[in-house]
């Protein structure tokens, strides 16, 4: 099955820190995802890609850059982390056509900014 | 704002039972639905998925969608203790390249 790994499953970072998340997929998809996902609030979008090189932001960008400078690994950078970024952060590639529509999440990132 | 609204829960039922869930959405242009589950901890996973109007049954499962009434539902038959978690309704808008937008999730919690 398609394995989606992110690079840390915990980190404490401080205010004001560029914070790195890495996204890796092992199933050729095109299409990744950024999302975070808050108490009370749900599954809220940041940024995708549909290809190498190409994104989009999503709906909270603010604060946010993303990197896909190969296919198979998808960035979120924090630029200048803040408090109010302390998240469960969740990286997803998407399977389209044959077998259905699929999203396939890594395992999550808790960032705790203080 | 596209919008996908679901009872946040907690919801409760003796394991047998069978569980619903329902899920709204507001485009009607949407064409494509889906029931992820969130165990606790853990991250979401797809569990059904339905695009025409009318029934889907999948084991225990039966995903359920009106898309007059804007209304996208999940029966849990026989539901078990394994069955606690989080149910993400998500709704994909614009086309074949849409994005899902999911909704807040319902808990659901099965007692035995």
């Known amino acids: 099955d398609v394995k989606v790994t992110q690079s840390s499953r915990y980190l404490v970072k401080r205010t004001g820190e560029k914070v790195f998340l890495e996204c890796v997929q092992d199933m050729d998809h095109e299409n990744m995802f950024w999302y975070r996902q808050d108490p009370g609030l749900g599954l809220r979008l940041i940024y995708f890609s549909y290809d190498v090189k190409m994104k989009e932001k999503g709906d909270i960008p603010e604060g946010y850059s993303v990197s896909r400078e190969k296919k198979e690994r998808f960035s979120l950078i924090l630029e200048s982390a803040s408090t109010n970024q302390t998240s469960m952060y969740l990286c997803?590639?998407?399977?389209?056509?044959?077998?259905?529509?699929?999203?396939?999440f890594g395992s999550g990132t808790q960032l705790s900014v203080l | 704002q596209k919008e996908v609204e679901q009872n946040s829960g907690p919801l409760s039922v003796p394991e047998g039972a069978i569980a619903s869930l329902n899920c709204t959405y507001s485009d009607r242009g949407s064409q494509s639905f889906f029931w992820y589950r969130q165990y606790s901890g853990k991250s979401p996973e797809l569990i059904m998925s339905?695009?025409?109007?009318g029934d889907k049954e999948d084991g225990r499962f039966t995903a359920q969608l009106n898309k007059a009434s804007q209304y996208v539902s999940l029966l849990i038959r026989d539901s078990q203790p394994s069955d606690s978690a989080t149910y993400l309704c998500a709704v994909r808008s614009g086309g074949s390249q849409g994005n899902l937008i999911f909704g807040k999730g319902t808990k659901l919690s099965v007692k035995p």
């Open positions: 997803a590639s998407r399977r389209t056509g044959m077998g259905g529509e699929k999203l396939f």
């Open positions: 339905i695009y025409s109007n």
